[in-house]
């Protein structure tokens, strides 16, 4: 029939359009490269830590730097290029080491009693009192056990900058504000506090408590109603002069907290309430494992969560930037219905109308 | 005074018609307004944009009763308020959104259909140029819209698009600032363009519809195959009554023989509408708007909604002053069609010689601007092929004189 083949070359290229604008050109938009021109796929590693992304990025940035090397004519700018390639060789170097060393400590038994000692001392920062210390509160470990992936504790505790791959950051005189615990524990100790966490620190978090120990001593939720220092708790105002001082004096507060914040991160990390529809699924999944591999040189350490862990934060995300989801699985499938039905009926009068007319 | 029947019941049919002539407005505009009988469902589309502009007024009123147009406040009125505390707030955001996209399609389809049979001239120009209008408009009325929910592409673009206004090399800086109210977008901009979206672009829009229909009346709608109906003698066929003068008839009521199949396309087209509404709505809310306004961070990609990205590409690859002139010549261009057209023929494109390519190619050529208005010019095939786009472009008009002056009449009947 005519009609149905206007159709088809109509649906045909208004999807061809949709194609190319939609999926391709978002494709093309959010592709990275490599300095010879080849597209570098960033894949989630299912929230494993192990150094392999560590590994994956010096490849790149050595490959980068020969390639770099190779065409470069300039004496002086070829000699910087050839120390910029030793450095990267060295971190290349340093950071197998240390994955290497980690792998070793995940070979131990760990001894849950001895462990639990050796964490008195961690309390003293990690207490859930909200204490800015060094630029940034130390996190809640109520649920650590739960949240966070067995290998990158250990190597937290192992090397803190090392862990979260933002040892860039600390090359030179700043001091990463756990890095005192580098080098202080015995390869058994570490693994005690690792089997201690995993099997005292192990409940099961809601999302919004995975999201508070996880994520809340740097970004903010405010269509949640939460801020870098937790929920905003309830206040009231003065009647006779509609003044909310605790609210004020609540707002300084956070206000004091993000200019400490900004300054050791460099800026105040976002507000996270519109995150899940600001970034695809993908981009949320490979930056959370590793920032680095999306935003190279970013200042947001990794933290590690496990599969699990990054589970529960994302339902977290979902809850606060997209809920509408579940009035729109309900609500869909009767407007649809509806439609169809009218679109039956539509066509049944239509037939009727132009019954007798050719 | 015209005779009145003074015995007639108040708001009984005499009465109406004494005073509004009720039957005859119902005659003119529906039941004996005539639409020629050999159309497809491509003729439908008009109906299926005023149903549109009708779902993109509603829902606007719903979510203009909860918008706060304020730089502090737009982000969060439309993120927060309406997506979270206002009961169905989010449906009605996402029908406004989806439909200010499929608007845009349907008005492409629309004015591809009257390219392709040639609804455009010997007689038809000013429907043509009326609904160039609309288009104009619609763009407008879409900008403006864009802007409001003051996330980071609506701000970008607004100093991109506003920018333009400078003139390239005039530099005519404190034009833009005229514009803006301000060096760069901020409250006195988002309130100019809310005023602009709620208010006076809609009324125009409403002016220019009724205005479009009414150019409709005369020159009639085109049909199939480009053929001169005798409307008057059809008509006295038609209202003769029998199945038989109905068969020998050219025309149809528009109401209820044209408005059944209307309503019927109608229909199919709320499907996809809805099933985007609920399943895949993030096409038409670009997620780099979800990031709240930032002047001091650039996008890495600032690009228009699809249905502006043909025009934005011819933009784009020339250098300063020819793009803008470029970009200035291909907005205009099209109201020019009926003129640049020199054929005698009213024809579907497939009988008309050497169109039928032009048309096919102008189609390819504008989905082409469409893809690489959004692919990153940083990449040197798509910029080059983005260039050569665009000059093809802007070839099409004069190729189009040259065609259409040496197209052959077609013999009635042939």
């Known amino acids: 029939m005519k009609e149905l083949k206007i159709f088809g070359v109509v649906a045909f290229f208004s999807l061809l359009t949709y194609y190319l604008v939609e999926p391709y050109a978002h494709h093309a938009m959010h592709a990275k490269f490599d300095a010879q021109g080849n597209e570098i796929k960033i894949e989630s590693h299912g929230f494993v830590y192990d150094g392999t992304t560590e590994a994956a990025a010096s490849a790149v940035a050595i490959s980068d730097l020969e390639y770099k090397i190779g065409k470069e004519k300039d004496a002086k700018l070829k000699a910087s290029l050839e120390k910029k390639l030793t450095l990267a060789k060295d971190v290349q170097a340093k950071k197998a080491t240390f994955w290497k060393e980690v792998a070793t400590i995940g070979q131990l038994t760990g001894n849950a009693k001895a462990g639990e000692a050796a964490f008195a001392s961690c309390t003293g920062c990690h207490n859930g009192l909200n204490m800015n210390m060094g630029g940034v509160i130390p996190p809640n470990l109520d649920h650590a056990g739960a949240l966070y992936d067995e290998n990158y504790l250990i190597a937290l505790l192992k090397d803190p900058a090392m862990a979260s791959n933002v040892d860039h950051k600390y090359a030179d005189t700043m001091l990463h504000p756990m890095g005192s615990i580098k080098g202080t524990m015995s390869h058994q100790q570490i693994a005690d506090v690792v089997t201690y966490l995993k099997e005292k620190k192990a409940a099961e978090p809601t999302a919004k408590t995975a999201f508070m120990e996880a994520c809340v001593r740097c970004h903010a939720m405010r269509y949640d109603k939460v801020t870098q220092l937790g929920d905003i708790p309830k206040t009231k105002e003065n009647i006779k002069t509609g003044h909310d001082i605790d609210a004020m004096k609540y707002a300084q507060k956070v206000a004091e907290e993000q200019a400490t914040l900004a300054g050791y991160m460099g800026k105040l990390p976002p507000d996270l309430s519109m995150i899940i529809r600001a970034r695809s699924e993908h981009f949320m999944e490979t930056f959370i494992e590793d920032p680095q591999t999306q935003l190279p040189g970013t200042s947001m350490p990794r933290v590690g969560l496990s599969e699990a862990g990054y589970e529960k934060v994302h339902e977290y995300l979902m809850d606060i930037g997209d809920p509408s989801k579940p009035a729109r699985d309900m609500a869909g499938p009767w407007v649809l219905g509806f439609f169809f039905i009218f679109t039956i009926l539509a066509y049944l009068w239509k037939s009727h109308q132009w019954k007798d007319l050719h | ?414």
């Open chain 2, 1 to 414: 005074m015209a005779k009145i029947d003074k015995k007639a019941f108040p708001f009984s049919k005499q009465w109406l018609d004494d005073r509004l002539a009720l039957t005859t407005v119902m005659k003119v505009l529906n039941t004996e307004y005539w639409i020629p009988k050999n159309i497809n469902f491509l003729w439908a589309m008009g109906m299926v944009l005023a149903a549109t502009f009708g779902v993109l007024v509603i829902s606007g009123i719903f979510l203009l009763m909860y918008y706060v147009p304020t730089v502090e406040g737009a982000f969060d009125s439309v993120n927060y308020t309406i997506m979270t505390e206002v009961g169905y707030g989010w449906l009605w955001r996402h029908i406004h959104g989806i439909g200010a996209s499929l608007v845009f399609l349907i008005i492409y389809i629309h004015l591809f259909t009257g390219i392709y049979y040639g609804s455009y001239k010997r007689g038809r120009e000013m429907i043509w140029i009326s609904g160039m209008l609309l288009f104009v408009l619609f763009s407008a009325e879409a900008f403006s819209g864009y802007m409001l929910p003051w996330g980071q592409m609506s701000y970008w673009a607004g100093m991109v698009i506003t920018n333009l206004f400078s003139g390239g090399s005039l530099e005519a800086y404190s034009f833009v600032e005229w514009i803006r109210g301000d060096y760069v977008p901020a409250q006195a901009f988002l309130g100019r363009f809310f005023m602009l979206h709620v208010f006076l672009l809609p009324l125009i829009i409403i002016a220019t519809i009724v205005f479009h229909f009414a150019t409709l009346r005369l020159p009639h709608v085109n049909n199939q195959e480009g053929k001169e109906v005798d409307f008057d003698e059809s008509a006295r066929l038609w209202k003769e009554g029998t199945v038989e003068s109905r068969k020998k008839s050219e025309v149809i009521p528009f109401s209820p023989v044209f408005l059944s199949k209307d309503i019927f396309v109608m229909g199919v087209y709320f499907i996809l509408f809805f099933y985007l509404v609920f399943y895949n709505f993030d096409f038409a809310m670009d997620p780099v708007n979800f990031d709240p306004a930032d002047g001091l961070k650039t996008p890495a990609h600032i690009y228009p909604e699809w249905y502006f990205l043909w025009s934005y590409e011819i933009l784009r690859p020339f250098s300063k002053d020819v793009g803008l002139i470029a970009f200035a010549v291909a907005q205009v261009a099209l109201f020019a069609l009926p003129f640049i057209d020199r054929s005698p023929n009213v024809a579907p494109a497939s009988k008309r010689g050497l169109f039928k390519y032009w048309f096919w190619t102008l189609l390819v050529i504008m989905i082409a601007l469409t893809a690489l208005g959004k692919l990153p010019p940083t990449d040197p095939v798509f910029a080059a092929m983005g260039l050569v786009f665009a000059v093809a472009f802007l070839l099409m008009g004069p190729a189009l004189y040259i065609i259409t002056k040496f197209e052959k009449k077609i013999e009635e009947g042939a």
